[in-house]
């Protein structure tokens, strides 16, 4: 006798109505955050360093496919986390909209998947899957500020060891900041050389080579840091031969072609190095195994024949998260536009040459510099006293600051053109009020060699006097938020130390110019 064999297992699969509820909330969430999703598609398209975004959701989503089998086995169950994140999530993105800053809105966007994600699945499926959905944070460009700070450390850096490495050829090299001096000629390390450009790639590599490593989770974790190093080293090695074949064989060896197939070696030369460090990972501690055999890249196995299929039911929380989506999508288009306020202003072109006893020569900034500043008008005129004594007065003026240009700090740029800074501070200025409020400048002393320079440097936005990078942003966020404004200008005014001359010396004459400066600069710089 024949006895017809039974089991007890079942799986778990989407009903049409779960996949139609989940397509209707999606494309409600890229209605919700077009705007911010928008602007970080711009960037992929057109910054290099963020180009591999393209493929980010891709690379989530296989991952997340990858897990099907383990996720057929587990009931979803509604979580109210799940909810108080996605609420979490649509709040950050009325906070971006109201500030316009685009930056927020597409951090506000990933906060609001992973609550869907744990809407959906309930906390303990949703373990399988956080992994997949945290990839989704390298698709997010940095905001400029950031972007900014770690571009300039990191031209200073690349720099110094690209120097080095030349050195280690018996080449005379020097080095001023970012300007690597050969004698015939002189390579600017600018921002496209920074290293970023294989820095985020790589660091999307080295994630997901660590997710797939197989091995203790020290072992990921150096794959991943490492990332950083092997970048750095690799970006500084690929200057250091650009300045060696440009020693022996000319100027056209940094442009161009050849310029470019280096950038792709260099990269891929990276790539080559996170392998060998991985095989070697493999062999070492107590899991040593072969490197095929360290990796977990595994497809789901098919759903077994003969088992009970059991349809998934939506939870109350995703009924909940989803209907938040929907109704601020809705709610979203009786949000009123929001213009941007740029106030009145003279153009720094009218700015006075003659200022009291000091007598003025414009001066001006080169295009490719222009390119990285982004500013919307600027001033810089070297003014000289009836004694000789030279005041340089720059300024820069923004009118947005919503885009990621913003004024960048010059404690962060002067160590690019070779200054060594050697005193900094906070100086109040006597006697000197803007827009009501006593005026406080950072104050650097700065040094290359036997040259000095005395240089005070504020950041004037919106009637606020301010001297830390960090408040400028928090300043720019809310203002932005509260009065729609983003406008604001950088002050710096440095005057070289004659010789002999004392620092005290200095600060009179720095005091004294901007006592006078403060009277005419009113009118190109909007107060409150």
């Not at 169950?77 to 909209?97: P, R």
């Not at 744990?118 to 945290?134: D, Q, Y």
């Not at 003279?346 to 003659?354: H, I, K, Q, R, S």
């Not at 006597?430 to 700065?446: E, F, Q, S, T, Y």
Request: proline content about 3%; hydrophobic content about 50%.
């Amino acid at each position: 006798m024949q006895f017809e064999s039974h089991t007890s297992e079942h799986v778990w699969k989407v009903s049409n109505y779960f996949w139609a509820s989940l397509t209707v909330v999606f494309f409600a969430m890229i209605f919700v955050y077009y705007d911010g999703l928008k602007d970080m598609v711009t960037l992929w398209n057109t910054r290099p360093e963020y180009g591999h975004g393209f493929m980010i959701p891709f690379i989530s989503a296989f991952f997340i496919w990858q897990k099907k089998d383990q996720l057929e086995k587990i009931e979803f169950n509604s979580s109210w986390l799940g909810v108080v994140i996605t609420a979490l999530g649509l709040l950050i993105f009325y906070v971006g909209t109201l500030s316009s800053i685009f930056a927020v809105i597409q951090y506000a966007f990933l906060i609001t998947i992973i609550g869907v994600a744990i809407s959906i699945t309930g906390l303990n499926a949703f373990k399988l899957i956080i992994v997949p959905i945290l990839v989704l944070a390298f698709m997010i460009p940095l905001p400029g500020f950031f972007y900014n700070n770690l571009s300039s450390e990191l031209q200073l850096i690349s720099s110094e060891i690209g120097v080095a490495f030349i050195r280690l050829f018996g080449i005379s090299v020097y080095l001023e900041g970012n300007v690597i001096d050969l004698g015939v000629f002189k390579l600017q390390v600018v921002e496209a050389c920074n290293g970023l450009r294989y820095l985020f790639p790589l660091m999307t590599l080295g994630f997901i080579a660590a997710y797939f490593f197989t091995g203790a989770f020290w072992k990921k974790a150096i794959i991943f840091l490492s990332t950083i190093p092997i970048t750095i080293i690799m970006n500084s090695i690929r200057i250091g031969v650009i300045g060696i074949t440009v020693e022996y064989w000319g100027q056209e060896m940094a442009e161009g072609f050849l310029h470019d197939f280096e950038g792709w070696a260099v990269f891929m030369a990276c790539i080559g190095i996170l392998i060998v460090e991985m095989w070697i990972l493999a062999r070492i501690g107590k899991d040593r195994i072969p490197l095929r055999e360290a990796f977990g890249l595994d497809l789901p196995e098919p759903t077994p024949e003969g088992v009970d299929v059991k349809f998934r039911k939506i939870t109350k929380s995703f009924y909940i998260s989803g209907t938040l989506i929907i109704v601020v999508a809705i709610s979203s288009l009786a949000l009123p536009e929001r213009t941007e306020i740029e106030p009145d202003r003279t153009t720094f072109a009218e700015f006075p040459l003659n200022i009291d006893e000091w007598k003025g020569r414009s001066g001006y900034i080169e295009q490719v510099i222009l390119d990285v500043l982004k500013l919307t008008d600027y001033v810089m005129t070297d003014y000289v006293d009836a004694d000789g004594n030279m005041i340089n007065l720059y300024s820069a003026y923004y009118a947005s600051q919503r885009a990621g240009s913003s004024a960048h700090s010059p404690k962060s740029c002067i160590p690019g053109g070779g200054w060594r800074i050697s005193g900094f501070g906070e100086y109040a200025i006597d006697g000197v009020l803007v827009d009501g409020v006593p005026l406080v400048a950072n104050r650097l002393v700065i040094q290359k060699g036997e040259n000095k320079q005395l240089v005070y440097y504020w950041f004037q936005q919106r009637g606020r006097i301010i001297t830390n990078e960090y408040l400028v942003k928090w300043y720019l966020f809310w203002d932005s938020l509260t009065i729609n404004r983003t406008d604001g200008s950088l002050i710096r005014i440095s005057a070289y130390l004659k010789k002999g001359e004392s620092i005290e010396h200095a600060d009179q004459r720095i005091k004294a110019f901007i006592v006078k400066m403060n009277e005419k600069i009113g009118d190109y710089i909007p107060g409150k």
